[in-house]
């Protein structure tokens, strides 16, 4: 098979792969980080718990970052050419909208971890500072830091030979230096990791304080959930840094189409990769979490089909003397959810 040959083979296996994994990361990451925040928000044992709040506004960047980026990987497999680079313009709001949402969800995953902790500890004044107010404060905060973070992508991302990124170099130097391998990476890995491990170890003794039963399954529930959650961006995530660094800092050659053919397989399979950790949140928590699936289990059967019952005859709510089945009391079906 001549070189020839295997150029335009790598590009046809490229183009198939990014169109039907764009496909299925969208459908399934919308689908799950969707039921995520109506789990959390409806279910009564989820309000006003702080790490159920994260998880919620986590889902909601994980939908931006798939927003922003898949629907264009698909568009370009559809129309033969990829938006981004056709228009500058799009190119720069694509880049600062996915970078923005990513940095926010991995800096939700830190104060997701960093809040468990201080709700499981022992200390009691550190238990007071674990609050819905708290959380409201350190949201504002990281949306603010990272919309003044994305304007670097708004005004450096360009398109070029290997595609809409930045190519500025002193620009580069901050991604090689500082923001792949310490704000992306070492940091994030290093808070959500070492917090997520000492509320582990707050929830093995938890049965020693004088604690409701159900508060200790709940904290329970919620830290394996943040373990997990930080187990899995970890796993996910390393492999994108490593390529974003090695991309970063390749000499590029123009007229070798098979080291750019090589390269694009590569970076669509890496980005897949990275897509995939902003859409089985909440596939990876019915499998990790026995209550959890009990939970998903009672929203769909009680929650959800009262709902949809009542939206498709109203009357149902008005009428006294109708057949429905009474919905439970607010205590059993508090209890309902917890079990």
């Known amino acids: 098979m001549s070189s020839l040959n295997i150029i335009e083979l790598l590009r046809v296996i490229t183009n198939k792969y990014q ?3 764009s496909v299925v990361i969208l459908f399934i990451g919308l689908i799950g980080n969707i039921l995520i925040i109506l789990m959390f928000n409806i279910l009564r044992i989820f309000r006003g718990n702080q790490c159920a709040y994260y998880l919620k506004i986590e889902s909601m960047a994980n939908i931006g970052v798939l927003l922003a980026m898949l629907p264009s990987n698909i568009a370009s497999y559809i129309i033969g050419r990829n938006p981004v680079h056709i228009s500058v313009a799009w190119c720069k709001i694509q880049s600062m909208s996915s970078y923005s949402f990513g940095l926010y969800s991995l800096c939700t995953i830190c104060f997701l971890a960093f809040d468990q902790y201080l709700s499981t500890n022992h200390r009691q004044h550190w238990r007071y500072i674990s609050t819905l107010k708290l959380a409201y404060r350190l949201s504002f905060f990281n949306i603010t830091i990272v919309l003044l973070h ?5 005004i450096f991302t360009q398109t070029g030979p290997l595609g809409c990124t930045v190519y500025h170099p002193t620009v580069n130097a901050y991604f090689t230096f500082f923001y792949y391998p310490i704000l992306s990476c070492v940091l994030p890995i290093t808070i959500s ?9 707050n929830v093995r003794r938890i049965i020693r304080r004088q604690i409701p039963l159900m508060r200790r399954r709940l904290d329970r529930q919620m830290t394996a959930i943040a373990l997990t959650r930080v187990m899995c961006i970890v796993s996910l995530g390393i492999p994108f840094i490593i390529w974003s660094l090695f991309r970063l800092n390749i000499t590029y050659h123009a007229d070798d189409h098979l080291e750019e053919a090589i390269l694009n397989l590569s970076s669509v399979v890496i980005y897949s990769i990275l897509y995939t950790n902003y859409a089985i949140n909440f596939y990876l928590f019915l499998m990790i979490s026995p209550r959890y699936r009990h939970q998903v289990k009672y929203f769909f059967i009680k929650k959800l089909r009262r709902s949809l019952t009542i939206l498709s005859n109203p009357r149902l709510i008005i009428s006294k003397n109708n057949q429905v089945a009474p919905e439970p009391t607010q205590a059993s079906a508090f209890v309902l959810e917890c079990v």
């Open 19 to 21: 169109f039907y994994s």
């Open 150 to 154: 994305g304007i670097l992508f708004l």
């Open 193 to 201: 990791g070492l917090f997520s491990l000492l509320a582990y170890q």
